[in-house]
Structure formats: structure tokens, C-alpha cells
């Protein structure tokens, strides 16, 4: 039998990496964040991606990211931080691969929760 065979177990898998140069792998940022910074760092992470995705926006959708951050900032929980994340998940996902790191960071955000 010939071929690599790979099962991934738990959250942060990345299957089989290989790395022909020097220094350390990286996915997501070399260290992680735990507890009660998750959170905050989730948050960081999204609104660094969402600036990043604003240029591929129109005009109306991007008003209505700017809307999604200014929400966001009043600090909502539980049903109203859901309803706004995946309002931006929403608007990032119709623009396909543009969009796939706010959709990430998105779920990243959910996940922390």
C-alpha cells in the first residue's frame, strides 16, 4: 500500500504538514490565546479581517460592517453578539474565498463564547 494515510483527531488539527525550511510552522498565530483572552483575541482577529475585507465591499455592504462593528462595540451578549456575527458572516460569505477569514474568524469568535 502506498500513500500517506492520515486520521485527525480534535481541534487544531492540520493533518500532515511538511516543512522543508527553517523556523516554526505557524496557523492562527504561534501562540494561542486561553481563558478569558480568547475572547478578546477572537474579537481582535475578526476586526482585523473584516478591515481587510472592506476594500471588496460596495459601498451599502460595507455601511452595514460598519454598522456590525459599531454593534459590537456596545458589547452585546448572547443572542444579540449572535445575530451580529452571523449577520458579517453572512456578507462575507457570499463573496467566497475573499471572504473565508471573516468567516473563520467568525466561528473563532462563536467558538469563544
Not at 476586526?47 to 456590525?68: I, K
Amino acid at each position: 500500500m502506498s500513500g500517506d494515510h492520515i486520521r485527525q483527531y480534535g481541534s487544531g488539527n492540520l493533518g500532515k504538514v511538511v516543512h522543508s525550511g527553517s523556523g516554526d510552522i505557524v496557523t492562527g498565530g504561534k501562540y494561542t490565546a486561553a481563558g478569558p483572552d480568547a475572547h478578546a483575541a477572537a474579537l481582535d482577529t475578526l476586526l482585523t479581517e473584516l478591515q481587510a475585507l472592506r476594500h471588496h465591499l460596495d459601498a451599502g455592504r460595507r455601511a452595514e460592517v460598519d454598522a456590525a462593528v459599531r454593534e459590537i462595540g456596545t458589547h452585546p451578549s448572547g443572542e444579540g453578539l449572535r445575530r451580529v456575527l452571523e449577520r458579517i458572516a453572512g456578507i462575507a460569505a457570499v463573496l467566497g474565498t475573499v471572504g473565508t477569514p471573516v468567516v473563520t474568524a467568525v466561528m473563532a469568535l462563536m467558538g469563544s463564547s
